[in-house]
């Protein structure tokens, strides 16, 4: 009996869905089924390839817009059945408000659902791996709203249609990022694309469509360039089937509608088991996610059972339950710049490893090395900035290792956020991003909390560390002979850190309930005035408070910390409770003695009568455009970071092996004592004295450190860099000390130069 032309179309897209690799897909594309078909350009232009290839840089980036496009469906379809039109009146204004109206979830916080609602919720959005362990396949399912198969060409195979762009409680909005991940689909870009629309919005009789998108194989002589291409039948219709439920989801569940795409032979960078390293680089690029994801691994691991399944929630949900096991501080900032609006900046400090029993630093299991500040919009990162930077910018390089700041971009002025390219991945390096940079590492230095946390980190370091002073005096001497590295320092290559005194009340108290609210240093409650530089600089007001330090933050009895001033002409941000202080930052521009308006600090409190103080403001003398850090003169010495030791014991405080040489800040260089080609050549040389070849390693490790920090510092690459110059050094330095001697150089003089080349 000849089969149903519907039960050929259904036979061959569970042969797709079931394909091992490319190469099965390839010989599936061989059967006749395929003889008559016709293969159209994504978005309806040949000219498409400039557009999909230029979008994300790295396969993580472009995998990231499945997900995001899966959440803007899910949120779509809860919008159209219980408020109709998603650009109507009665729509979301935001995704925050859309995911606490259609799920009840407040700011990302999950734990607010029961058990039942959170595993019904965490079924909406799937990414699934199969295929071999080598060259994985990646499916993303979801319960979303779904497609016809007549608007595929207008939805899931379309290029800049702007489909979302006046949706608001959406990430998507131009119709591309999905198309990113195809430059990453093996060699062949193929992607298996299943729709079906959702039965509660279209009714029963909806039918599922499905194509599959390539490279463009046979490329004619007269193009310059290849294309993307989507498969059709004999009439240039989308392929379909009857609507029905399909058993295509992991451990045989059936899938009713929605959205199921997959990506075959996708280039992970890490193809381990997906709910390892991808879970991980997931839960950072997608720091909150509006509704969290299931993971499923189905590749036939040896340990497959255990790492089977897992829930991606962010690292913003993360840290939040791992606030007690490796969190030490968390706390928020609000910076309202007046050209970016008010921003919320979360700051995570992560354990020291000496406070911790594994000795080990956790904060690489919530961020990558280089990347210390996330920006994100609606809980995607969109862009970071490196340690590099941080550590150039800021004076809490101590902390470096252990922060992560978070700054949430979402509500960012139109006008600006054209900084952000539409890859979502990365921003262009424009006057607008150099200026929020600056603000950002500018009130993150400010904060008291953070000078104070940087100093006992600091203290911790160097307990765990062994030091040796007498080697410091020698480094000193040699640096103050040499003009030429005196005056790369006092250029400032090399940052001389000043110290910036921080007032923390030592005989502070605080009280569960606060009782008083004050200008710092002021007994009674009088009239205040303070003067704000007229030319931008920067103004601190500081005010005391028996308040603890979690009382904004804390699960009961929470009190507000409400600073408000004039936004038309001044912008800042503030800080604490800390310590007992508030602190204040506010710099504008005006008219030297025009006043500007008051600052208006409140506290509130449970079932009482809130705390407040008022200080008048008013433009005074300008600063002069004092700079942080002015230069140092000649004639005052010059300051040289520490020198410390790192042994052997001490590697895991600082993620070091045997060939870990060396690390630099401001403050310290540190050198491993214990290094492989420090050992091997006391090996090779046992009647040298072995602490006289130790303190030779150390000295000349620590001057070319000093010179390769101040030349590299301000590089985006700088880790990348400095380890491989300082390793390769190493490796030199001490055969050169030793058998470069004067004898040698004696020779070398008394030789007969001929080989000169001749002009």
């Not at 498969?231 to 089937?241: A, E, H």
């Not at 070091?656 to 090779?684: G, M, P, Y």
């Amino acid at each position: 009996m000849t089969p149903s032309p519907s039960a050929e179309i259904e036979k061959t897209l569970m042969s797709l869905i079931r394909a091992k690799d490319e190469n099965v897909v390839e010989k599936i594309l061989e059967d006749k089924f395929f003889v008559d078909a016709i293969w159209k350009p994504v978005g309806g232009s040949d000219n498409n390839y400039a557009i999909i290839s230029n979008q994300q840089t790295d396969p993580i980036n472009a995998l990231c817009e499945k997900p995001i496009n899966s959440i803007d469906h899910v949120l779509l379809k809860q919008c159209k059945l219980k408020d109709g039109d998603p650009e109507g009146p009665k729509a979301p204004k935001n995704m925050k408000d859309a995911v606490k109206k259609y799920f009840g979830i407040t700011d990302g916080n999950f734990s607010e659902l029961s058990q039942e609602e959170r595993n019904k919720l965490v079924t909406n959005i799937m990414i699934i791996a199969d295929g071999s362990k080598a060259e994985p396949n990646i499916i993303i399912a979801d319960k979303g709203e779904g497609q016809k198969p007549d608007d595929f060409e207008d939805t899931l195979l379309s290029l800049q249609k702007g489909n979302k762009k006046k949706i608001k409680f959406v990430q998507g909005k131009y119709n591309m990022g999905g198309t990113g991940v195809l430059p990453f689909c093996g060699k062949k870009g193929y992607q298996l694309i299943l729709a079906r629309k959702s039965v509660e919005l279209a009714g029963k009789n909806s039918e599922w469509g499905f194509t599959l998108v390539r490279e463009k194989p046979d490329v004619p002589d007269n193009y310059k360039t290849t294309w993307y291409e989507y498969c059709t039948d004999s009439n240039g219709k989308i392929f379909r089937i009857s609507g029905k439920s399909l058993k295509i989801l992991p451990e045989n569940k059936e899938m009713k509608d929605g959205c199921f795409i997959k990506l075959y032979n996708y280039e992970l960078l890490h193809p381990s088991v997906i709910t390892a390293n991808l879970w991980k680089d997931l839960n950072t690029k997608l720091y909150a996610p509006a509704i969290p994801i299931s993971m499923f691994e189905n590749r036939p691991w040896e340990y497959q059972q255990q790492f089977k399944h897992l829930i991606l929630h962010g690292n913003k949900y993360r840290l939040r339950k791992d606030r007690a096991k490796n969190v030490y501080k968390n706390f928020s900032l609000y910076s309202r710049l007046k050209n970016f609006g008010t921003n919320k900046i979360d700051v995570i400090v992560i354990k020291h490893a000496s406070m911790i029993r594994t000795k080990q630093n956790k904060t690489k299991d919530f961020r990558r090395d280089h990347e210390v500040v996330l920006l994100t919009q609606n809980g995607q990162t969109h862009s970071t900035l490196s340690k590099a930077r941080f550590n150039s910018q800021t004076n809490l390089t101590s902390l470096a290792d252990y922060i992560m700041i978070h700054v949430d971009l979402t509500n960012i002025p139109t006008a600006k956020a054209k900084m952000f390219m539409a890859s979502r991945d990365r921003v262009r390096k424009s006057e607008d991003f150099k200026d929020l940079e600056e603000r950002i590492f500018d009130d993150i230095s400010s904060s008291p909390e953070l000078k104070s946390i940087n100093a006992e980190y600091k203290k911790l370091d160097d307990e765990n560390s062994v030091k040796n002073s007498s080697m410091l005096d020698v480094i000193s001497k040699v640096i103050r002979k040499n003009p030429r590295i005196v005056d790369l320092l006092l250029t400032g290559k090399f940052p001389v850190e000043l110290k910036e005194e921080t007032e923390v009340e030592k005989s502070f108290i605080s009280k569960y309930i606060p009782t008083f609210l004050k200008v710092r240093g002021v007994k009674e409650v009088i009239t205040h005035q303070k003067q704000i530089p007229c030319d931008g600089a920067s103004a601190h007001i500081y005010f005391q408070t028996d308040a603890p330090d979690d009382y904004t933050i804390r699960e009961c009895d929470q009190g507000q910390l409400i600073v408000e001033w004039n936004e038309e002409v001044l912008d800042g941000i503030h800080y604490g409770p800390h310590n007992g202080m508030i602190k204040v930052k506010l710099r504008g521009k005006g008219i030297n003695g025009d006043p500007i308006g008051n600052l208006k600090v409140t506290l509130t409190r449970y079932e009482m009568e809130p705390l407040e103080c008022t200080v008048s403001l008013y433009f005074g003398q300008p600063k002069n455009g004092v700079k942080k850090r002015p230069p140092i003169p000649k004639d005052s010495g010059v300051s040289i970071p520490e020198f410390r030791w790192v042994i052997r014991d001490n590697w895991g405080i600082l993620d070091w092996n045997e060939n870990s040489v060396a690390k630099a800040d401001s403050e310290t260089i540190t050198v491993n004592r214990d290094n492989v080609h420090l050992e091997e050549f006391k090996k090779h040389r046992p009647s040298e004295d072995g602490n006289k070849i130790t303190a030779k390693f150390g000295f000349s490790i620590y001057l070319y450190t000093l010179i390769l920090h101040a030349e590299l510092k301000d590089e985006e690459d700088y880790e990348k860099k400095f380890q491989k110059a300082i390793e390769s050094f190493a490796k030199c330095c001490l055969p050169l000390a030793y058998d470069f001697n004067d004898q040698v150089i004696e020779n070398i003089t008394k030789m007969d130069l001929k080989n000169v080349i001749a002009e």
